[in-house]
């Protein structure tokens, strides 16, 4: 209200854990201000109690009670008013299986816990208050091997494993920051258990917040508002608030298991909300400039493309064609410093405005790109260097 900080405040816990379930002692933290505490729009947009209150979540948070200590750290907070802010700032909401890159030790130790993973809280069930929906999201840290196999596979099934190894969090994923050995260490055969999960159900990451820019090389671009302008110009072209929901439902739709792979259709905002449009429909109704608001953007087919990313962006292609493309999927690069969105699509996807025919297409700074499989296979022996940081 007013403060640097975007939640209200934290509550701080100690918990005695359960010896009959050998959970040991830690300090279990609650935060309050991502949902609704208010209900008068001071914060948070009302909508009904039948909705999610405020983001829909709180943050939640177990750290292993060390010998000795008589108060819990305050590390932790830090720590997770910097996620809230991302939460604020973005308006990406946060759902269990999510993984977060934070590339630092969590309590800025030399601590090899340098990444988190999202899950339900094992206690705090989701909760109905006067001003809608409330569900505890529970943080657990994670070393660089774990968060890759989350990567590859999916976050739900690195967190099982987790549950089933004591000293990497055990049934409440309690986090212990000194932990030195991965999952992988303690047992070799549970990485066999994230390979037979790839190779049989590929991975359940849809697209990742990036470094990432693209070019049409087509032919030069017309004028500062051409939308090439993400790639060369000094002043990126912003996407509007339907593109950006039509990405984010993108990513959220990818963390799902579907038989069907579909991408959110490109909708005209003249539509009506009760009558659903097909694509086809859609598309010719943005195609007429005399009736279209300035901020739709038609969609133009291209005939080559030049793709830039940053280094880790670059090592997730082999993710991104391997454990996604090849299992009739999508994938997503969402840039970090502009509205650029790159969606790489299989031919099983459903909804995409890339095709066979054009397999290179552009709604405003959106590209997407169609690869067949053969495509995906050859591409995935030129990136054979890409499978490990250390290579690259």
Known sequence: LGGPDPLDYISMYRSTGCPAQDIQEHWHYVSFGLSDLYGDNRVHEFTGADGPSGFGFELTFRLKREMGETAPPTWPAELMQGLARYVFQSENTFCSGDHVSWHSPLDNSESRIQHML???????????????????????????????????????????????????????????????????????????????????EGSNLSGVSAKCVWDDLSRPPEDEEDSRSICIGSQPRR??????????????????FNSKAALPPITSQ???????????????????????????????????????????????????????????????????NGDTAITFVSTGVEGAFATEEHPYAAHGPWLQILLTEEFVEQMLGDLQELNTREEV
């Open 118 to 200: 999202l899950t339900e809280d094992p206690q705090m069930h989701p909760i109905q208050t006067p001003f809608g929906s409330v569900s505890f999201l529970q943080i657990v840290g994670v070393c660089t091997e774990e968060l890759q196999a989350a990567q590859q596979w999916n976050g739900q099934g690195i967190l099982e494993l987790m549950r089933g190894v004591r000293v990497a969090g055990g049934p409440w994923l309690i986090t212990d920051m000194r932990r030195g050995e991965t999952i992988f260490d303690i047992d070799p055969h549970l990485q066999e258990r994230v390979d037979q999960g790839i190779e049989t």
């Open 270 to 336: 003249r539509q009506s909300h009760e009558r659903p449009q097909s694509r086809k429909d859609s598309l010719e109704s943005e195609s007429s400039a005399a009736i279209v608001p300035h901020e739709l953007v038609r969609t133009r087919q291209l005939e080559s493309v030049h793709l830039k990313f940053n280094q880790e962006s670059g090592t997730l292609l082999p993710l991104c064609l391997r454990g996604r493309l090849l299992h009739g999927r999508h994938f997503t690069y969402k840039s970090i």
């Open 239 to 256: 996407l509007s608030d339907k593109d950006t929901e039509q990405i984010r439902e993108t990513l959220r739709k990818g963390l799902e």
